[in-house]
């Protein structure tokens, strides 16, 4: 939990800092996409609202469950950056599923096979 807690900071963190570059330096991007929609007003866009935001993004995507509101294909590296949050939440998925498979197999059969 501490890793996923850790892992999730990080990768808001880089989500802001990518939003906040493309804002200055190209105009564009997905904090300059959620002012123009409504979404985030220009009040908001402290760094705390951005954070928040960018955790939303993050444990959403690591959830699997799928956003609308908050997505970067403006420029390439939102791009880049989304596909690697992709990658990375595979990973812990395949991690946790060839756990439990390992542990079925070479654990705890008894266990499971009782449970059936």
């Known amino acids: 939990m ?3 807690t850790f892992m999730c900071h990080f990768l808001s963190s880089a989500w802001v800092f ?8 190209y105009k564009t991007g997905w904090i300059v996409r959620m002012k123009r929609n409504g ?3 220009n009040s908001d866009s402290n760094y705390w609202s951005l954070y928040i935001v960018g955790l939303y993004y993050i444990l959403t995507t690591l959830s699997t469950v799928g956003y609308g509101d ?7 590296l939102e791009f880049w950056f989304q ?3 992709m990658v990375i939440n595979w990973s812990l998925n395949c991690i946790d599923h ?5 542990r079925i197999l ?3 059969n008894e266990f499971f096979i009782s449970k059936l």
């Open 106 to 108: 070479y654990g705890e």
């Open 39 to 41: 979404t985030l007003q």
């Open 83 to 85: 596909m690697v949050v």
């Open 2 to 4: 501490i890793i996923l």
């Open 18 to 25: 990518i939003g906040l570059r493309n804002e200055e330096k």
């Open 70 to 76: 908050v997505v970067g294909f403006e420029s390439n």
């Open 98 to 102: 060839w756990y439990w498979l390992f």
